[in-house]
């Protein structure tokens, strides 16, 4: 790939990231396609399961600079190019880094939510870009070509739990091809917990024993994904109860809670959490203690 743009960086490569076998060789068959013919990639899947890292993860794989874009943010049409601004009683139009990364040579493009925008309309121009003959024309920049080698990733989530969220318009899914990203098989993700928080092999079985115990309870309702149970191993790691851990980074209602602490009880014979001192949070060394 060509040098990028000091805006444009590869991504850090992640070391202790986990795919599956045929995803992996599938997104080696899409980047070599990619020298062909233009690749977009619709990656799927429920919140926390790695759908943006994947992004990083190619990105980084391939030695390719990358750029992510909120696609939630966007209000109007046009607005990934640039806005109009007014400065000293002056308009001007100020480009965005949308049009330059897209004309970076084997650039990945990140959509991040693309069926979060504020108005479908935001979206009219990603039909051009997205095409085979991919390239657009802007009032303000003249005709904008898509760079070859360029990959355009878009993430989303599925589903009513998901506020503020629209269903993809079929004509712009159809510009995809699909990954589907599921949460990690329990042997995996103990050594995914355990690589990356260095807890020990046997609070990670812990960590995955309740976890799993509350993803398998349908009743609770409580979505667990991968990244909680990173954020609860890794407060393991740092000396937490797993009581602790589960309280803080789990969002979950008072009866909720409240039976999931009783699980906890049972399971790891913590016993119930006293009434805790208070201290003074500031940046002294020495607190005073209440």
């Not at 399961?49 to 109007?76: D, H, T």
């Not at 001007?92 to 970076?104: D, G, M, N, S, V």
Request: charged residues 25%.
């Amino acid at each position: 790939m060509t040098e990028s743009s000091p805006q444009l960086k590869v991504p850090k490569s992640d070391p202790d990231f986990f795919i599956l076998e045929e995803d992996g060789k599938n997104l080696d068959r899409f980047e070599k396609m990619s020298a062909r013919h233009p690749v977009n990639i619709l990656t799927t899947g429920n919140q926390g399961c790695g759908k943006s890292s994947l992004v990083r993860q190619f990105a980084a794989i391939y030695n390719r600079p990358m750029a992510a874009f909120q696609i939630g943010l966007l209000l109007e049409s046009g607005q990934l190019f640039g806005q109009t601004r007014l400065k000293d009683g002056e308009t001007y139009y100020r480009e965005y880094l949308f049009p330059k990364a897209i004309q970076t040579p084997g650039c990945v493009i990140h959509l991040e939510e693309i069926n979060r925008t504020e108005s479908p309309h935001a979206l009219n121009e990603l039909f051009s870009v997205l095409s085979e003959d991919r390239s657009i024309w802007i009032d303000e920049l003249g005709f904008v070509k898509v760079a070859p080698g360029v990959m355009f990733f878009a993430t989303m989530n599925e589903g009513d739990e998901f506020t503020g969220t629209e269903t993809l318009d079929a004509a712009l899914k159809d510009r995809f091809y699909r990954i589907h990203l599921e949460y990690l098989p329990e042997d995996v993700e103990r050594e995914v917990l355990i690589r990356k928080t260095g807890i020990s092999e046997e609070s990670a079985l812990q960590v995955l024993h309740l976890v799993n115990r509350i993803r398998n309870n349908e009743e609770m309702g409580i979505s667990v994904s991968v990244r909680h149970s990173l954020m609860i191993a890794e407060l393991v790691s740092l000396g937490a109860s797993l009581r602790e851990a589960m309280v803080y980074s789990l969002q979950i209602s008072k009866d909720s809670l409240e039976s999931l602490l009783l699980s906890v009880h049972v399971e790891t014979g913590e016993t119930k959490a006293e009434r805790g001192r208070y201290v003074l949070y500031t940046p002294e060394k020495e607190a005073v203690k209440k």
